[in-house]
């Protein structure tokens, strides 16, 4: 033990207090490089504050700048659209289960492709991927749930063979008329049922079931979107989870279904 | 064997032959109308009083009737089944044979007016399915125009004034809502009107095979598309632009007034028009003929799915405290280009240079008295490369990469590229409240001044960006 002395002992302590010093700097230094004075990532700061921030607001509350827009339908009715408030950790266009959280591709595919009809812009060829992921991060920042919960596994969407088939529709259209989706959706599937007038979301905003005849769903235009929304359903409107009320292949019958209202099938 | 088959296939065909030909005797004989008239002639002597009146009944010969009125061109037979339109005795009978309603004929003598110069329909026609014309089988050019809208035909010789004091209500209602709701924005009548719609002089006399027909519900009749595709006017037109809110009841005025829009002329002695109307010419008249149908109250700009752009409001204090009348007056008289906002001008929709001022007048009526606080662009060397990188972050999400517009207004169009550059910066500093258009001066977002002029010379230069 001749190599341990007072000053060799003294010398290692020096210098584990000298590493251990600079990787408290290191550590300190990439934290002040990644984040922002209020600890918030900096990257995803700047990209919300440059494109988002106009409409969705400084603090995610959906009172950006910009405000309610008006939108005129086909119809001719009016109603507003508002930006996502994003305070209450509520989203619609999940893969998860209804009352979840949604995956971080959820947001990535918000992001990307923007939402059809809601003024969300694409930005796809707009952002860099880090400065997506970036944002997607900060926006998480908005509501105390993204702290405690963990969001839930992505319901899987692997489309029958005879989805779209006579029988299939037919069975479909069955489960449409069972499960009373005509009260909202219509007869005829455009969105004018006995009920779709006094629609209200959770932030009390007046809303409109959506009309199939009137091109695709906000949340994509495959048969698989139309799936997950039925069974995640779309968390503060009025469209509920079936999840529970009705199995796999009755889902998949109701999609059939869908797909003629949609003018895809015959 | 064989042989005996075919006699008899010839005595089968020939007995069926027979009973054809027989039939078709048989109609010729008894056509619908002496049916009619022999009802008619049982109905007459029951229902005779007098002597006077049983010889009349018993003297009256079962015919075709026609009414010739040459300075029409019109040869009416329906009086040959409604034979009893001028007999007081048949008002309570039933049609075919009841009296004429009203006193009609007492100033629109059968032997001057006949019947299909109000009713149309065939008038040579002796039986009901081709006089009518209301079958889908049936390819005659004007089925008989329904009672609900037979209003239609009184504006041929009479002007609206004296309609209304003697109830024609429903094409004055019609005529009212035509000119209230809009129409004139993108229909041109007399040569003034927008040019989005078909022109709609004449529309009235149009043959049914102008109509596509495909869609309709009810009878394929012009009276029934119209009524059908002011309801909804994509279930009959799928790519139709046409905006309507129309209520049942409405859409049953508005087609009797177009069907009064008609291109045929009746015979000047035969008119009644008196102009005792003169037009109504107030800056709220004019902004209800030709700017409501899209502007609506003007008061809140609206994105339009139809139209896939924004709507602005043209009433908004905001927009009225940075523009002047003379900018106004521009936008109207040239349009926008690249929208579907018509250029006004008298060569364009064919409004006079009086009629876009009293428009103008109207829309800036309630100008507020506070200026916008100057912006001096000229103080700035403005970046027109910085600009380009600005405005794609900052604009182009609205209002295009290339400025074509759709949530916000189309920048590429002349009125904008000619507008004041103080205008344009003022707008993009303040915003437009009321709008979707935020203040990108405002703390929140916070663009300096130098940004915003480098934004206002990159739109300046984006006229000559194709799209």
């Not at chain 1, 290692?12 to 918030?40: P, Q, R, W």
């Not at chain 1, 209804?98 to 812009?121: H, N, Q, W, Y």
């Not at chain 2, 054809?20 to 229902?47: R, S, T």
Request: with cysteine; proline share 5%; hydrophobic share 35%.
């Amino acid at each position: 033990m001749e190599g341990f002395s007072d000053k060799g002992i003294v010398r290692t302590i020096a210098g584990t207090c000298v590493i251990f010093l600079l990787l408290f700097l290191a550590v300190t230094f990439h934290k002040t490089d990644a984040y922002g004075e209020d600890g918030s990532p900096a990257l995803g700061k700047k990209v919300y504050e440059e494109r988002c921030m106009i409409c969705h607001g400084a603090s995610g509350d959906g009172k950006g700048l910009v405000g309610v827009i008006k939108r005129s339908e086909k119809s001719g009715r009016v109603l507003d659209v508002r930006p996502r408030d994003f305070t209450t950790g509520v989203f619609r266009f999940r893969s998860t289960p209804t009352g979840c959280l949604p995956a971080d591709e959820d947001l990535m595919r918000l992001v990307d492709g923007g939402i059809t009809k809601s003024f969300m812009p694409p930005h796809k060829d707009e952002l860099s991927l880090d400065e997506k992921k970036a944002v997607v991060a900060y926006i998480k920042i908005f509501s105390e749930r993204w702290k405690e919960e963990e969001p839930c596994k992505a319901i899987s969407a692997a489309k029958p063979k005879w989805l779209g088939s006579k029988a299939s529709v037919e069975k479909g259209q069955k489960i449409y008329k069972d499960m009373k989706c005509w009260e909202c959706h219509g007869d005829d599937g455009k969105g004018k049922g006995p009920k779709s007038n006094e629609l209200k979301d959770d932030w009390g905003n007046q809303i409109l079931p959506f009309n199939f005849t009137a091109g695709s769903l906000k949340r994509g235009a495959n048969p698989e979107d139309v799936y997950i929304t039925f069974t995640a359903g779309l968390d503060g409107t009025g469209m509920p989870s079936y999840e529970d009320s009705l199995n796999e292949e009755d889902r998949w019958h109701l999609v059939s279904y869908t797909l003629k209202l949609m003018g895809v099938v015959k | 064997m064989h042989r005996r088959f075919y006699l008899k296939l010839l005595l089968v065909s020939s007995i069926a032959l027979l009973a054809f030909a027989l039939l078709a005797a048989y109609k010729e004989i008894n056509p619908e109308w002496k049916h009619y008239q022999n009802n008619y002639k049982e109905l007459f002597m029951k229902n005779a009083k007098d002597e006077a009146m049983k010889e009349k009944a018993k003297a009256f010969k079962v015919e075709v009737q026609q009414l010739y009125i040459e300075k029409l061109n019109r040869a009416d037979r329906c009086v040959s089944c409604h034979i009893g339109v001028e007999n007081p005795m048949m008002a309570k009978a039933e049609a075919p044979y009841k009296k004429h309603s009203g006193d009609y004929l007492g100033k629109h003598p059968l032997s001057r007016f006949g019947c299909t110069a109000c009713h149309q329909g065939q008038g040579r026609a002796t039986n009901k399915e081709e006089a009518h014309a209301l079958e889908h089988d049936t390819h005659w050019e004007y089925p008989i125009v329904p009672l609900k809208h037979i209003q239609s035909s009184c504006a041929q010789c009479h002007d609206y004034a004296m309609l209304e004091k003697n109830g024609a209500d429903k094409v004055v209602r019609g005529r009212k809502l035509f000119l209230e709701k809009g129409c004139l924005g993108c229909h041109k009548v007399d040569g003034a009107g927008g040019i989005l719609g078909k022109a709609l002089d004449g529309i009235g006399t149009q043959p049914r095979a102008y109509f596509p027909m495909r869609y309709i519900q009810g009878e394929r009749t012009q009276s029934a598309w119209h009524k059908e595709h002011f309801l909804d006017p994509r279930a009959i037109v799928p790519e139709s632009e046409m905006k309507a809110s129309i209520n049942d009841e409405e859409a049953d005025f508005l087609a009797t007034y177009i069907l009064a829009l008609k291109s045929t002329e009746m015979p000047r002695e035969y008119r009644r028009i008196r102009q005792t109307e003169t037009p109504d010419m107030s800056g709220e008249a004019l902004y209800k003929k030709y700017c409501i149908g899209c502007h609506t109250t003007g008061r809140e700009s609206y994105f339009d799915e139809i139209f896939n752009r924004t709507i602005p409001s043209i009433m908004n204090p905001a927009l009225l405290k940075s523009a002047d009348n003379q900018y106004l007056k521009k936008i109207v008289s040239e349009g926008r280009e690249g929208t579907q906002m018509t250029s006004w001008k008298p060569t364009a929709a064919g409004l006079t240079e009086q009629e876009i001022d009293m428009i103008v007048e109207y829309i800036s009526k309630d100008r507020p008295a506070a200026k916008p606080e100057p912006f001096d662009v000229a103080k700035f060397r403005a970046d027109v490369k910085r600009g380009g990188e600005l405005f794609n972050i900052r604009c182009a999400l609205c209002h295009g990469k290339k400025g074509e517009g759709e949530l916000g207004i189309n920048l590429k169009n002349p009125v904008v590229q000619s507008a004041d550059p103080e205008f344009l910066a003022v707008t993009v500093r303040d915003g437009r409240a009321g709008t979707p258009m935020p203040p990108f001066g405002k703390d929140g977002v916070g663009l300096k001044e130098q940004e915003i002029a480098d934004i206002v010379s990159y739109v300046k230069t984006l006229s000559q960006k194709k799209l």
